[in-house]
Structure formats: structure tokens, C-alpha cells
């Protein structure tokens, strides 16, 4: 589990930039005054100009005169406009806190909300970004531990499917087949029936076994198989049609591993759900960021009905989870007129990992 390692550093790198900035924010040449003392001494300077007043040549008469009465309202309207103005602009970052803790989503990684106002508010912003911070590589940590266990689980089955139920319907078949020499004519229609319910079966079975461990991604490497993968999916009435340039930058098999299950979930939930009778899938190196190279992008677009107004399924969360463990970008939004597109950004790995690579196997 390399990949959580990774984003647990990250964690804990954005941590300390959290902090590093708060106290920056604190040192620097602008007080962080807090909202506590804002609000007294406002008052405080109020009550000992009005104090200063009574002890000195002004007067109030009994009963009050019109122009007392004024200057009186006129220093009470001055405090309250004062409380009203300190109390805005020390509560507004809060506010803004507020909008940000409604709106956020560990699946959907976002800008956090700024470090500003007074000390109470600027320490309780601080604290909620490191927070989410935390239950964001925790999510992370944890989907990748679901996820390996799931990769576990889908080579097992696979494995099941094609060493045990693969040969025992293949002994069938042949079996069949040397009935089919024997039986009356009347009979031979029949078998040779259950000889092709057998055949598409086993057909099945090997491509459920497919999907579910990709062995061309692990002997042939990612391109071949998102190949492989445009390929199976071309079939009733969906054609799909792919961009796939054979020299790619080198990439974490990890990454490697989410891409091809983005690319085979993005094109399922087109297949099943989009009503789209044409479908691309394209993978395309970004230019090089900084010092490292730039990673690839991948798209799969579709001409159907579109997302819609529906919650996001299974499928799409999973999606998120897993562009979320390798630290990818991913968007899902409507196509250029009409369907889908599901656009993932993979960024370069950190360091040239060409020389360890060994093979494409996750």
C-alpha cells in the first residue's frame, strides 16, 4: 500500500503548511486581535468618552432638553453602528466557514477556507481545514484498503471462475459432443441446442473472468489493454472508438490499475445506462508541470442522455474513490452536444520510476 503512504504524507504536509500559515498569520505586521477585546474596547472607549463628558462642562437637565436628548441618541446610535460594524466583520469568516462545512465533500477534494479574522475565528478556520485534512487521508487510507482487498477478491473469483467452472463446462461440452455422435437423429437438434447453451456459457464465464482480473494490463501493459477494453465493448449497437498513443509516460502501476478501472466503469455505465449508440475512450500525455513530467489524462465520452439530475451511483463514487487514492483529478460533465464526459487527470509520479519498474502488474 504504497499509494497510502504517499497520501498520508501528503496529509500531513498540507498539516504543516496549515499551521506554518496561521502563525504567519499571527506574527505578521497585522495584529490578530480578537473579537473579545474588539467588542470591549469599542465599548469601553464609549463609556469613558460619555464618563469624560459628564465629569467635564456638559450637563444633562432635568427634565432633558431637546438638543441633550440628540447628543445623547447620536453617542448611543455611534456605539451600537460600532458593535454592529466589529461584530460583522469578526462573525463574516465564520460565515464563510459555515458555507464551507455545508458544501464539503472528502470524495470531491476542494479549497479550504482561509485563514482570516480574529484570533478565535482564524483558530477555529485553522483547525477545521487540519481536520479535514486528517479525515480526508484517512478516507484515503481507508478506500485504499477496501480497494486492494476488492483487487484481492476479483483475481480469486477470477481465478475460480476460469480453473474450476471454465473446465467443468468445457468437460461438459466435450462430453456433448461425443453424445451428439451417438443419439437417434430426433435427439441430435436437442443436444446440439444445449451444446451451444453450454458454449455461450463457458463464452460467459471467460469474459466475466476478464473483467475481472485484467490480465492484459498486467502482460501487455496499460495501452493494449484499454485496447482490448474499447474493443469488448464495441458490440450491440455501441461503437467505440480509441485514442491511444503507444508512447504514455512511465506510471505507478497503481495508477496504471485505476485508470483501466475508470476507463472499464466509465464505459459499463455508458453500455448500461447512457442509451449511446457511439463512444470514445482517449488517453493523452499532459505537458510536462515544473521539474516532473506531466502525467496523462484520460476521457471517455459518449453521445447519450447524460447525467441528469440522479445522485450519483455506485459506480461514480467509486470512480472518486479511486482517482482519490493515487491523488488524481477527476470531472464528470456534459459532452459537447449531449452524453458524457468523464475526464481523469493523473499527475506524473514523483522521481523518474522508470528504472523500477519491472512489469505492469499492480
Known amino acids: ?31 490578530n486581535v480578537s473579537l473579545f477585546w474588539r467588542i470591549f474596547s469599542l465599548n469601553a472607549a464609549g463609556l469613558v468618552v460619555a464618563t469624560a463628558l459628564l465629569l467635564g462642562p456638559v450637563t444633562v437637565s432635568t427634565p432633558v432638553l431637546a438638543g441633550e436628548a440628540l447628543v445623547l441618541l447620536a453617542g448611543l446610535s455611534v456605539l451600537l453602528a460600532g458593535n454592529a460594524v466589529v461584530l460583522r466583520i469578526g462573525l463574516t469568516p465564520l460565515h464563510r466557514l459555515g458555507r464551507a462545512m455545508a458544501t464539503a465533500d472528502l470524495l470531491v477534494p476542494g479549497t479550504r477556507p482561509e485563514v482570516s479574522g480574529p484570533a478565535e475565528a482564524a483558530q ?19 478506500a485504499g484498503r477496501a480497494l486492494e482487498a476488492q483487487e484481492r477478491e476479483r ?26 455422435d451417438r443419439v437417434p437423429g430426433e435427439l441430435r437438434e436437442e443436444v446440439s441446442l444445449a451444446q ?40 450491440h449497437g455501441l461503437t467505440v472508438q480509441h485514442h491511444i498513443p503507444g508512447d504514455l509516460p512511465p506510471l505507478a502501476p497503481e495508477a496504471e490499475l485505476v485508470l483501466y478501472r475508470v476507463a472499464q466503469e466509465g464505459l459499463t455505465n455508458t453500455a448500461r445506462h447512457a442509451a449511446a449508440d457511439r463512444a470514445a475512450l482517449t488517453l493523452r500525455p499532459l505537458p510536462p508541470a515544473g521539474d516532473g513530467g506531466g502525467g496523462v489524462e484520460l476521457l471517455v465520452r459518449d453521445n447519450g442522455t447524460g447525467l441528469g439530475t440522479a445522485p450519483e451511483g455506485a459506480g461514480i463514487r467509486g470512480m472518486r474513490e479511486r482517482a482519490l487514492l493515487i491523488g488524481a483529478e477527476i470531472n464528470f460533465a456534459p459532452a459537447p452536444g449531449g452524453g458524457t464526459d468523464v475526464r481523469l487527470r493523473v499527475p506524473a509520479p514523483p522521481g523518474d520510476r522508470s528504472a523500477d519498474r519491472t512489469g505492469d502488474s499492480p
Do not use: W
Open 1 to 31: 500500500m504504497g499509494v497510502v503512504t504517499d497520501i498520508r504524507s501528503r496529509s500531513r504536509s498540507a498539516k504543516l503548511a496549515a499551521e506554518v500559515s496561521c502563525e504567519k498569520a499571527g506574527r505578521s505586521g497585522k495584529r
Open 124 to 142: 477555529l478556520i485553522a483547525t477545521y481545514n487540519t481536520m479535514l485534512d486528517r479525515l480526508q487521508a484517512e478516507r484515503a487510507a481507508g
Open 155 to 180: 483475481h480469486r473469483i477470477a481465478r475460480e471462475l476460469h480453473d474450476e467452472v471454465g473446465q467443468t463446462l468445457t468437460a461438459v461440452l466435450l462430453q456433448l459432443k461425443r453424445v451428439a
Open 196 to 235: 451451444e447453451a453450454t458454449r455461450a456459457g463457458l463464452d460467459e464465464i471467460r469474459r466475466i473472468a476478464r473483467r475481472l482480473r485484467p490480465g492484459v494490463l498486467e502482460e501487455l501493459g496499460l495501452a493494449s489493454a484499454l485496447r482490448s477494453l474499447a474493443a469488448e465493448f464495441t458490440h
